[in-house]
């Protein structure tokens, strides 16, 4: 048996199913820094990471610690960090790096009430447009939004596997409400969990390209110490990794950077759909919201009203093609979320007009009401 997973029911909590779905993916090397709430995965992974052969550092803050996961990715092992707000703005830097460097690895964070410190132990969904943009420059990232223990766990794995597949940063935006939650999580047998590695390097290593893309428009990637010659900077570069300061070679590798994601959305981007086949309003909602959000559709059904919810759990790539269609034969949406209107903004974007758009939010500090939700829908539609 595979001593990285803990097979059978256990009760834990969401930040405890993250650090052992990341135990399960294979990771080996964590590089962290404690903030509140996400300290608990580091501290479980802490002690469970010794026993596997792999490595935990605390680093000094968070700037280091994802300077860390880079190398230990670039080292050639699975690698991973986890943060809050912000921890997750001193990041950033770092992560477009990664993002410029085809480095693959996973990044968790725990969200919590902002800006600046905030409410540190309440949770909120106010870093999901910092996700996406929060490095600077255009780029592509992946984002996934579990809601729960379970969800966290296999996330986590999911999160992993896409990093590998793409050679791409791929973030876990949980919230302070699923990191500290306590739930019955099921770990099945380390045969029945799938687990993918990055593209490896091949043939003459006097001629390797270390940003030549493979097949799948994804470069195999050689491992620091393999006697490959490898050149990486986060400036703009060519295939052999040195700097090229042209537009041409600018727009080469933002084709490629961005190509490999836009070109695999149908294998990237998740979502599932409660009650939508005759759904006249759609409520939007990811992270710990969905589960409001589904007490919410409920209610309303039972009161007559043909609700229906889309859950993201995929949040980057945006589901556009699917909210697109539904805004095609239905009343209108709701998007809920713990913020002023986040992901909200990109669902007005991509119903275009042709229907309504409401949002259910507030600031953060605590859950959404499924009560609420059925009031914006009564006064809304």
Same mark, same amino acid.
Not at 59 to 63: F, K, L, R, T
Not at 162 to 187: A, F, K, Q
Not at 237 to 248: I, L, S
């Given at each position: 048996m595979n001593p990285a997973v803990l097979t059978g029911e256990h009760f834990m909590t969401g930040d405890v199913a993250c650090a052992e779905g990341a135990l399960a993916a294979g990771c080996r090397f964590f590089g962290g820094y404690p903030i509140t709430p996400a300290t608990e995965i580091a501290e479980h992974i802490s002690a469970r990471m010794p026993e596997l052969g792999g490595t935990f550092i605390q680093? &000094?803050? &968070?700037?280091a610690a994802m300077a860390s996961v880079i190398g230990g990715s670039c080292a050639g092992v699975k690698s991973m960090t986890a943060t809050s707000g912000p921890g997750f703005s001193l990041m950033m830097e770092n992560i477009g790096l990664a993002v410029c460097t085809e480095t693959p690895c996973v990044v968790v964070n725990v969200q919590r009430a902002g800006p600046s410190t905030g409410l540190p132990t309440q949770g909120a969904q106010g870093d999901m447009l910092q996700a996406r943009w929060g490095s600077h420059?255009?780029?592509?990232?992946?984002?996934?939004?579990p809601s729960s223990p379970q969800e966290i766990f296999y996330q986590t794995i999911r999160a992993f596997n896409?990093?590998?597949?793409?050679? *791409?940063? @791929?973030?876990?935006?949980?919230?302070?409400? @699923?990191?500290?939650?306590? &739930?019955? *999580? *099921?770990?099945?047998?380390?045969k029945a969990i799938k687990t993918v590695s990055r593209p490896r390097a091949k043939g003459r290593k006097d001629r390797f390209k270390p940003f030549e893309p493979g097949p799948n428009g994804v470069p195999p990637m050689a491992i620091a110490g393999e006697g490959y010659n490898i050149h990486v900077t986060g400036l703009t570069?060519?295939?052999?990794?040195?700097?090229?300061?042209? *537009?041409?070679a600018q727009a080469k590798m933002m084709a490629q950077l961005v190509g490999k994601i836009r070109r695999n959305l149908d294998d990237i981007i998740s979502t599932e759909g409660y009650e939508l086949e005759d759904a006249e309003i759609v409520i939007v909602s990811y992270g710990v919201s969905a589960r409001t959000s589904l007490a919410a559709v409920e209610e309303a059904r039972g009161e007559g009203i043909k609700a229906g919810l889309l859950k993201l759990n995929t949040v980057w790539p945006f589901p556009e093609d699917q909210i697109r269609a539904l805004s095609e034969r239905v009343k209108g949406f709701i998007t809920v979320e713990i913020n002023l209107g986040q992901i909200h903004l990109e669902v007005e974007r991509c119903a275009c007009g042709k229907v309504p758009a409401l949002l259910a939010g507030h600031p953060g500090g605590t859950i959404i009401p499924p009560d609420r939700v059925i009031e914006i829908l009564k006064e809304g539609f």
């Open positions: 680093m &000094e803050d &968070e700037i420059g255009h780029y592509e990232i992946i984002a996934l939004a896409l990093s590998e597949t793409y050679r *791409v940063p @791929v973030l876990i935006m949980t919230d302070e409400m @699923v990191g500290h939650l306590s &739930e019955r *999580v *099921v770990i099945p047998k380390a570069h060519d295939e052999m990794g040195y700097p090229a300061m042209t *537009v041409e």
